[in-house]
C-alpha cells in the first residue's frame, strides 16, 4: 500500500515527514531528517509513503505520479485529525505499557524473556482488547491512556468489632455494610464532605 502526497510548500513537506516520522517511517535510504534539497533544489513536490514490501518514505522528483493514492496536503492532514479514544488504568498499568512502549523494539519485548508479557498478562485489562494495547505499543496517535481518577471509600469499626463501610441506602440516607464493593466511592474532596469523627478514609479499589 502507498501514499503520495501532493504539497506546495516547504512547510507542507515538513509536516507531512513530521506525521510520518511519528509513526516511525522513515527515507528508504536511512537518514531521518527533512531533506529540504530534494524540494528546494530538485524542485518535488510529491512524497511518497510504502508500507509494503519495502517500507519508506521516498520521493517523486519529476512529480510525475498519477495514481489512485496520490492525495492532497489538506485531504492529508485532515485524515490525521481521527478521533482519540481515551482508556482509563491503572498507574501501574501505564507505567509498565509506557517502559514497553519507549523500547526500541517493543514488540520483540513481549516475547522475549525478559517479563513484560507476564508482568501485561497478570494485570486486570477489563474493557481493553489485545488489539488496542498492540496498537497504543506500535504508537498509534488515537488510542490514549491515562490514570484513573483515584476513589475513595469510608470505613470504621461497628459494636461487634467488625470493619463496615459507608454507602447510602435507598433513602439517600447513609448506612453501612460489611460489604466493601457496596459502598460510596467518590474523590477525596467529596468524600471529605461525608466524613465524620466515626468514620476513616482510605482508597478504593
Known sequence: METVVHVITLEQWKSVLDVW?????????????YRESYFTISGSRQLWLNVGEHKGISYWSNNDYSGDNLIEYADF??????EMTTYEVTQEQLELLDKVKSMPYPFVELITFNGYRRKLDRLDWSG?????I?????HDETIEFKVKEQLYRLWRVDSDGDRVYMRINRYGTPDSSMDQHNTFTAPLEEIKKWQTPAWEIEKAD
Not at 516520522?21 to 531528517?33: R, T
Not at 498492540?134 to 506500535?138: I, Q, T
Request: charge should be negative; hydrophobic fraction near 40%.
Open 21 to 33: 516520522f511519528e509513526q516511525w517511517y522513515d527515507w528508504l535510504i536511512p537518514n531521518n531528517d
Open 134 to 138: 498492540l496498537k497504543y505499543l506500535a
Open 128 to 132: 481493553i482488547s489485545n488489539d488496542v
Open 77 to 82: 492532514m485532515a485524515q490525521q485529525e481521527k
